[in-house]
């Protein structure tokens, strides 16, 4: 046994960090799907960007645009549940919210995935 310091764990080579880094905002975009199971649809881009923000700053990038992509969804389902009952164009308009936001989050993952930052459209930049 040696009566020196512990060894301290080997830095990770950059290719397996960027790789993390690719991974963990893919994660971060995908899980705005969480709305498919009852979970509402920002809490999962939320907790990612929450926990690994400081970590990654492509994360740091996808947590925020993921998170106002979600709110964004979330205010235009809620602004369509009125105009179901007054012209019963809601329904339409729900619809198209829900394709929208399908379509766009897998897209952003799928960038992620090849290491791109995505900006997603028409989202209101509520988190800078």
Known sequence: MSDGPPSLPARLPEAELAKR????AMV???SGLCGC???PSFVGPLVCWLVK????PRVDFAGKEA??????MLILQLLSLPLIFVVGLGFVTSVAVTILSLVFTIVA????????NYVYPLSFRMIK
């Open 21 to 24: 880094e690719n991974d963990w």
């Open 109 to 116: 993952t799928v960038a992620a995935n090849k290491g791109e």
């Open 67 to 72: 998170l106002n992509f979600q709110l964004t």
């Open 28 to 30: 971060t975009h995908l």
């Open 53 to 56: 923000k400081d970590e990654f």
């Open 37 to 39: 199971v009852g979970i």
